[in-house]
């Protein structure tokens, strides 16, 4: 059986289950998810086509419909995590059939048992569907789902423990109104008290769990300052670093990586991280798991990697890790020395085949981009030519056409990883010497395959109906085109005929296309780039520059067209009466291609390829135009055909979106209906708590009289207080002054005290420094005569070295008059390069003009020798008629005198 009956075996199953709730149906329609489950292909619900969609909206339906059977929902989830597996599928899953909506109102409906298995599974379900993905808090059964969360976190000894934080992880991260409704809760104290607790797990994805969502709600908090302090930050870093490389799985690491990038975004913390003493060693090891076999564990560490080049000192630190010499980086564990080098990973994986996992390859060729360019300004550029060397043959077969023919999906795989590979060569244009490196390699003959390779793919025919920025693969397309020409253009002196291809693709009509792609678009640095190209190719005389005028008049037509719709479309009322409109329309066209005049047209044409003889009634006209006029015909059927064939596809897709967004409407409806019903029940409290507050105003006016009196008598019991006060205050002021006069005294007679003992013993230290220095004098009079003697020596040594500085100054008087005639000669060499200089620049000049005259020369050769070939074929044409007239000549003057028969006379095809 194969895959479309399985699918109308499944919504027919779904459709009688609906219907009719029975234990038949139900078990019907399990063996047909056994049957869908069985063939092990998530492709068939990534299509967008009317049959798969609604089998998916029809199971998300069930699956969230309370009634349903606890079994089959099991079984439905179970299928849904199976199609989860394809990144496409799982953002189709949430975004467009509410998955989420759907799986939270099954474990809201089952929270009074949530040990049952269907439980678990959709809490595991939606950890893989909500990550990395934004969940709104309006949607439906969102806030019971943070309730059910939240108890089961903070439960002890819970299986959900862990898969529940997971999704609050998820739920949590970048979600401003997730964030706020939890802050808003009554016990959110208690609940980070708990997650606090977490932190002590003898399990690293728990731990990972609990520090993100502490991340996420507290990193802007005092809570979080405390748990982020200087104090604790290096803790963590080491937690978190010690999880990236011995965690439990892909699943920990990827938690991990996640976390340490939002703790990245946070300034302080980035600051903290670059003052990490051991960031060095901790680095090496990040860098040994792109040896991994794990592809996703691969992606993580380079994104990790990617958000390190976002902070400056940690990006010249890995650049140091990755380009150092080995003596010069730190150091790794001993088990790791025979590991090969880090670069070397990145080029593996910039080189994985084209049906690999996409993400690691362009996420490599980014990091590889982010460090050269930190590396051609630092001092590591000069040990860059033997990686150079490794990483050229990459780019270069990254940029080779392929041999057959793509998909679509591995065209645009292709597409992309081209456009980095080419960011990269140009990253090295940006020096020197690793220009000519890179210019010995690449050939003109490259680059222009590359150019008429996206010239020929389908994105190119898009013209002005549906522009490229319509589709992913056209702007990957022709940001390959532009950044192809600009590669070419910082390298045309160096490579040989790269100048001459250069122009003459500049003068290719096809390059309006993604010229006037880049140059409307809202990206600066394609604007930039198609600014770059056209300056080049305006002084061309054959630029096509009045097709690029109307090519982007047509583009800012067409988004002014698509504004101007999206503003005043129809409302959702209309697209509902749609569908019994076009379900009439729809059936007109199919019964026409069967018509009687379609058979007929059929037999004739039969008839003329038997090549039956016309009978003599019709003797006189011409076989040929009779078959050009049926051939007209027969074509302006076809086109007729094809014409209405498309209008019933369209018809047929409009329907099914019709049918789609009355199901859409039908659940928002459902989803505003419990919305309002929630409304009234907080109406009904808001009111119930102001009869309670009104109670409790009269009881506070009643005792705010009664502390007015008490007010009152306190008043007059202090007036008497303060007299009493100020009595014993004057009191107090006589004591302390008589008290600070005995002080007084007493300080002054232990100071003279003091200073009389210090006194005496500096009388017996001067004794002590007088016969100290009368030893030190006698000391100095030996020297001084020591002194006179080395003077007198020094004397003599002075006048014979002032004879040898007046001989010196002779010679360098020579030496002056040397310099002098040789700066003569210098100043006439650089007046003869001088004119040297200005002739070269005119013969460059010379040779460019020479060399666009013969690119438009080619180009005027090529057209005059298609006009040449058309000429000689109207000729040939024209000798064929001439020999059949001459034919038909002879025959007439064979029948006029008598060798031929009239009535034997027959003509033939």
């Known amino acids: 059986m194969d895959a479309t009956s399985c699918l109308k075996s499944l919504l027919l199953a779904i459709n009688q289950y609906k219907n009719n709730k029975s234990v038949s149906n139900a078990t019907q329609l399990q063996r047909q998810l056994d049957v869908i489950s069985g063939l092990k292909s998530t492709r068939l619900f990534k299509s967008n086509q009317v049959l798969p969609s609604e089998c998916l909206s029809c199971l998300i339906e069930l699956a969230g419909d309370p009634n349903t059977n606890t079994s089959l929902t099991l079984k439905i989830i179970g299928l849904l995590s199976h199609l989860a597996s394809e990144e496409e599928t799982r953002e189709a899953l949430h975004t467009s059939y509410s998955l989420t909506s759907a799986l939270a109102s099954v474990i809201h409906c089952n929270s009074s048992t949530p040990s049952e298995p269907v439980v678990l599974q959709c809490i595991q379900l939606l950890q893989r569907i909500t990550y990395n993905v934004r969940v709104f808090h309006s949607s439906a059964n969102i806030d019971e789902l943070l309730t059910f969360l939240m108890y089961h976190i903070q439960s002890p000894d819970d299986e959900l423990t862990m898969p529940c934080l997971g999704l609050m992880a998820n739920l949590c991260r970048h979600n401003m109104s997730v964030q706020a409704h939890i802050k808003s809760l009554n016990n959110v104290k208690g609940f980070y008290r708990t997650l606090i607790t977490f932190l002590a797990h003898n399990r690293l994805t728990v731990v990972v769990f609990a520090l993100s969502i502490l991340t996420s709600l507290t990193i802007n908090e005092e809570v979080g300052e405390k748990l982020f ?255 192809t020409l600009d590669l070419m253009s910082k390298i045309k002196q160096f490579v040989p005929n790269m100048e001459t291809s250069f122009y003459k693709m500049l003068q290719d009509q096809r390059l309006i296309t993604p010229l006037s792609f880049a140059l409307t ?102 076989v040929s135009e009779l078959m050009d006029v049926y051939e007209q015909k027969i074509s302006a059927l076809a086109s007729k055909e094809g014409r209405l064939q498309d209008l019933l596809e369209a018809k047929a897709l409009a329907l099914a979106q019709a049918d789609r967004l009355i199901a859409q409407y039908r659940c928002q409806r459902a989803q505003a209906e419990a919305e309002a019903r929630k409304l009234a029940a907080l109406l009904k409290d808001a009111e119930r708590n102001n009869e309670e507050l009104g109670a409790l105003l009269k009881s506070q006016q009643l005792e705010s009289e009664r502390a007015k009196t008490d007010i009152q008598q306190l008043f007059n019991h202090n007036r008497k207080l303060q007299a009493v006060a100020e009595e014993h205050e004057s009191l107090k002021g006589s004591f302390t002054e008589v008290v600070q006069k005995l002080d007084a005294s007493e300080k002054q007679l232990k100071e003279l005290q003091v200073s009389h003992t210090s006194l005496s013993k500096q009388a017996e230290a001067l004794k002590k420094h007088n016969e100290n220095v009368k030893l030190q004098h006698d000391k100095t009079m030996a020297q001084l005569t020591e002194m006179e003697d080395k003077r007198k020596q020094l004397s003599r040594e002075i006048q014979e070295k002032e004879s040898r500085i007046s001989n010196l100054q002779q010679k360098i008087r020579i030496q002056e008059e040397k310099t002098k005639q040789q700066e003569k000669e210098k100043d006439e060499m650089e007046e003869t390069i001088e004119i040297l200089r200005k002739e070269l620049s005119k013969t460059e000049l010379a040779r460019k003009e020479l060399s666009i005259k013969a690119s438009s020369l080619e180009i005027q050769m090529s057209q005059m020798e298609v006009r040449l070939e058309e000429k000689e074929a109207v000729i040939k044409s024209q000798r064929e008629e001439m020999n059949k007239h001459s034919h038909m000549i002879a025959m007439i003057h064979s029948l006029s005198s008598g060798k031929l028969k009239t009535d034997t006379v027959n003509l033939s095809l």
């Open 229 to 483: 302090h200087a104090k604790n930050i290096h803790q963590t870093f080491q937690l978190i670093f010690n999880i990236i490389v011995n965690g439990d799985g892909t699943l920990t690491r990827k938690y991990a990586v996640d976390l340490l990038v939002d703790l990245l975004k946070n300034p302080k913390i980035s600051d903290y991280l670059t003052r990490y003493e051991h960031f060095n060693l901790c680095l090496s090891q990040v860098l040994g798991l792109l040896h991994g076999k794990d592809p996703d564990s691969a992606a993580k560490v380079l994104e990790l990697l990617i958000s390190f080049c976002s902070v400056a000192s940690l990006r010249r630190l890995l650049c140091q890790a990755l380009f150092a010499p080995p003596s010069v980086r730190a150091p790794s564990s001993g088990k790791n020395n025979k590991t090969p080098e880090p670069v070397i990973a990145l080029i593996h994986c910039s080189s994985l085949p084209l049906e690999g996992p996409e993400n690691s390859t362009l996420q490599a060729l980014e990091l590889l981009k982010e460090m050269l360019e930190e590396a051609i300004d630092s001092p590591c550029c000069s040990t860059m030519h033997q990686f150079v060397d490794l990483l050229l043959p990459v780019l270069l077969d990254l940029l080779q056409t392929p041999g057959q023919i793509l998909d679509e999906s591995l065209a645009k795989k292709k597409c992309a990883r081209t456009s980095r590979a080419i960011d990269i060569l140009l990253v090295l244009c940006g020096d020197e010497s690793l220009k000519f490196q890179v210019s010995e390699k690449l050939t003109a003959r490259a680059c222009v395959s590359q150019l008429e390779f996206q010239f020929s793919s389908s994105w190119m025919d898009v013209g002005f109906v549906n522009p490229v920025a319509d589709s992913d693969h056209g702007q990957v397309g022709a940001d390959v085109v532009l950044k």
């Open 521 to 622: 678009s809202d990206l600066r640095h394609r604007v930039e780039a198609a600014l770059r190209i056209v300056f080049e190719a305006a002084p061309l005389p054959d630029f096509p520059a009045i097709m690029l005028g109307e090519s982007i008049a047509a583009n800012n037509a067409y988004r002014l067209q698509e504004a101007q719709y999206s503003i005043s479309r129809t409302p959702a009322h209309e697209l509902h009466e749609q569908p019994s409109t076009l379900g009439k329309g729809c059936s007109s066209p199919h019964y026409t291609s069967n018509s009687p005049q379609r058979s007929n047209i059929q037999n004739l044409i039969e008839k003329l390829q038997a090549g039956v003889e016309l009978k003599e009634e019709i003797k006189d006209v011409r």
